[in-house]
């Protein structure tokens, strides 16, 4: 019986130390990063944001007590100690079909402070009716961070032309979206 639980008890240091080891990554796979939450920015003004578990929905699967979105476009981001960060980045044409294209002809790749990162990809969906159009959501979310400035840049090169239903991007072209975002203690 001892022997059980001392091999128990040593299954569960390992995995712990295992998924505490990349301490700024966590598993966007946990949560809907696409269009189905309403997260805040992450703003000095922005409300703070927080959704219990649904585990088995397409909505969350584990609890975020405080979770913001940096989108790869606009203001200076700011978030808080103990905020889940979500830095997302997104492809939008106007058909299902431009989509599929940016998808099958294009290499997204993605930098957090400095170093690769594998983001996660969402496949071509609608976007809300209000807004019409289809998005490729590319995402990456971070456990809380501590205080300090950081940068996420996505990178987009086109290996073969691509029509997005107002601009054909020829292969060869690259787009860089970086994002800065600052931590700052929780108060």
């Known amino acids: 019986m001892r022997t059980t639980r001392a091999a128990l008890g040593l299954i569960f240091a390992v995995l712990v130390l295992l998924a505490t080891a990349n301490p700024a990554a966590a598993g966007a796979r946990d949560v809907d990063q696409g269009i189905g939450l309403p997260f805040f ?64 002809n294009a290499t997204v790749t993605e930098q957090f402070r400095g170093a690769p990162v594998t983001p996660d990809f969402l496949p071509c969906q609608p976007r809300p009716p209000a807004v019409g159009g289809w998005v490729a959501l590319f995402v990456f979310v971070t456990r809380p ?18 029509f997005d239903g107002s601009v054909t991007y020829t292969a060869g072209t690259v787009f860089a979206f970086t994002a800065g975002v600052s931590v700052v203690p929780r108060g």
Not at 41 to 68: E, K, M, Q, W, Y
Not at 145 to 162: A, E, H, K, R, W
């Open 41 to 104: 920015p992450c703003l000095a003004a922005a409300p703070d944001g927080s959704f219990p578990a649904a585990p088995g929905t397409t909505d969350n699967d584990v609890r975020f007590a405080h979770i913001c979105v940096v989108n790869l476009q606009g203001s200076q981001w700011q978030a808080e100690t103990g905020e889940w960060i979500l830095f997302r980045a997104a492809w939008v044409s106007q058909t299902q079909g431009q989509c599929e294209q940016f998808v099958a």
């Open 145 to 162: 961070l501590p205080p300090g400035s950081y940068s996420d840049t996505f990178t987009f090169t086109f290996n073969g032309d691509v």
